[in-house]
């Protein structure tokens, strides 16, 4: 069953489109990532979704509940964690938790169930003041707080950026578990790399949606031949290489490059001989098979 | 389940309140020292002012005048002028700010055509001054009529002057109700604005709206404890202006209470309306700052009279909330009038409380933006 439906939603700031005809479903019980970089337009997705703002076109339900005319009924079923931290620096930990409780009009003790596995690590800490814990302790008491009143469906802003790597671990192991409780969680991101954490994700770029399919689906669908390159100099030999008649496109990849060959028949061999031809140090060509970042670049340049 | 959720959000605003020492200092400290220091330092009241006498008479009723002056307090003779021309350069030189020109043949003008002039003049470069030594002139001199009268004389000295109720033109009869008006807008109005914005501006207004609570449970359990603390502060102000300054307390203390909460909540809404319109902290600070405390000071009667403003500005103040709250509270607690002398005030300030909450309701955003 759909637990939020977007429907060509547009929204824009002035003259600035934020969103242009956005739509995609999220399964009840599924974990959904909207994977886009800074400036895609997932915050204000989100805040839609979140009965924040309207959009000016197109619609969304949260559990067959539209966002804007009963936003009433949507905001009891929500659990939003924003992205910036939004908590009370003032206010302990145990003071921010039942105080969100209250809110909602429930207790901590009452769906102790649901966030005892976050609570527990910040339990030592309850008597502390929120400004003062570390990003990765605010984090989870910020899910915490979005949890305590038992959502069905949970959005959850960019909860990672900003986080150490360990945290950032922690927290996905986190919402993994928070899934097989049954929440629909949808969650953006601009880390590419927490994209194949997702069941399902959607990419995102300037407002429009590029693909929505699983990890592997949309890494599957990569049409080409992709290959890592170590060369010397990367930098310098890109323009080099992106004038290659073999070379659909070139970037760069870490501390390598990625090479998308524009037809079936180059193999590393063929590709190390014309790049040395063409004046580049070659130390190595292998055929890798694409990840999520290789999928968004290519489909970016689709568009 | 209503009630509960409600106390929490109260709760939670107390908390932040008696967290933050800055918070703290403006609501529980500053009412007791702007109290202390419009009491002593900027008092209103002047002793010994220097003033020029130009006597052309010198009889016994300009000299007896003169004494008077000197023995009220209030006046000290400086410069005995010679020529209308001395109480320019005295003035020039700062020697005094005030001069009296008593008019030639006093005496003999009152005994015989039963009425006499007598010129005061001002400094009018310190306004404020000029005006009160102006009154303190005035008042020795009606005074002074009183006194020759009872000698026999038909006394008409032209000089309309109405101070009831004050005739010693205290200063606490108009600090206290004027610090109790700065007070109660500082703490509601602005610290209930600023609690707001600060609320947006730090993101947690995007969670508290996405709850279920209603905008007016959000606005209510925030503004609540400052009602409170409001209140807390008048009942110590009316306290110390009573015990330290020994302002009267003449009136009916249920309908001064009654007209001071009410204030409160009109300077609530005040808050409210601004925190609606800002939104950041800083802005809501300056609206409260420019809009609310500057024309709090200047225009509703609290140092400037009234009656001195240019036209405009008399009609600006007719729609400033603490003009009528001042008018109402010195007709309670000074004159001791009962609800028929004030019913005007209170329904006007009742009227304001419902434009200001109407337009904040209409402008409360259930969205960001």
Redesign the interface.
Known sequence: MEKISVNSISKSYGNVEALKGVSFNVDGGELFGLIGPDGAGKTTLMRIITTLLLPDSGNAKVCGYDVANEYKKVRTLLGYMPGRFSLYQDLSVEENLNFFAGVFGTTVQENYDLIKNIYYKLEPFKKRRAGKLSGGMKQKLALSCALVHKPEVLVLDEPTTGVDAVSRKEFWDLLKELKMQGITIIVSTAYMDEASLCDRIALIQNGKILGVNTPTGIINAFPYKLFSIECEKPTHALENIRSLSICKNAYLFGNSLHFVSNNEENSPEIIAKTLEESGVKVDSVNEVSPEIEDCFIERMQRQ | ??R??FT??VT?EY??IW??PRTLLIVIIMPVLQMLIFGYVVSNEIKNADVVIYDQSNDYLTNRLTQKLNASGYFRTRVLARKASDIGSAFRRGDAKIALVYPPNFAQNIKRLGHVNIQIITDASEPNTASILDSYARAVITSFMGEISGLGFSSSINIETQMLYNKEMKAAFMFVPGTMVLILMLITAMMTSISITKEKE???M????????KPSQIIIGKVLPYVALAFFNSLVILLMGYTVFGLPLRGNLALLLGVVFLFIILALSLGILISTLSKTQQVAMFMSMFALMLPTILLSGFIFPIENMPKVLQWLSLIMPPRWFLSALKTIMIKGQGLWYVWKEILILTGMIVVFLTISVKKFN????
């Open positions: 389940m209503k509960s959720r929490d959000f939670k908390k932040h967290r933050d730090l993101g947690t995007e969670i508290l709206l996405v709850s279920p609570l259930i969205r960001l933006s």
